[in-house]
């Protein structure tokens, strides 16, 4: 099983984007795949996860009303997005999945690369 993130980028406050967790070798009705974030000199947070069985989806309360977490799974693929997008949230940013896991996921089984969003003016 392989997860490969992507779409970070530069943004300003209050501004918008799109990432995207490409699962490979795996179904996603079978994996809760949760997006973590580490900030610099930060331990790394669990911001929002979906799970396998139901799609039903959680939200760390710093992200709720703000981000959205989806899947299209004839395509294997999860989307964060992040929209009123606050300085707070520069990070880099990744995904991991846990199979057969509920949300918010306990256990890690596989990791995917991070990719760096930084809020700022």
Request: charge should be neutral; proline fraction near 3%.
């Amino acid at each position: 099983v392989q997860l490969q993130a992507s779409g970070g980028g530069l943004v300003q406050p209050g501004g918008s984007l799109r990432l995207s967790c490409a699962v490979s070798g795996a179904s996603l009705d079978y994996y809760a795949i949760t997006w973590f974030r580490q900030a610099p000199g930060k331990e790394r947070e669990g911001v929002s996860c979906i799970s396998g069985s139901d799609g039903s989806a959680y939200y760390e309360d710093s992200v709720k009303g703000r981000f959205t977490i989806s899947r299209l799974n004839a395509k294997t693929t999860v989307y964060l997005d992040m929209h009123s997008l606050r300085p707070e949230d520069t990070a880099v940013y990744y995904c991991a999945a846990d199979y057969l896991g509920n949300c918010p996921m306990r256990s890690v089984d596989y990791w995917g690369q991070g990719t760096l969003v930084t809020v700022s003016s």
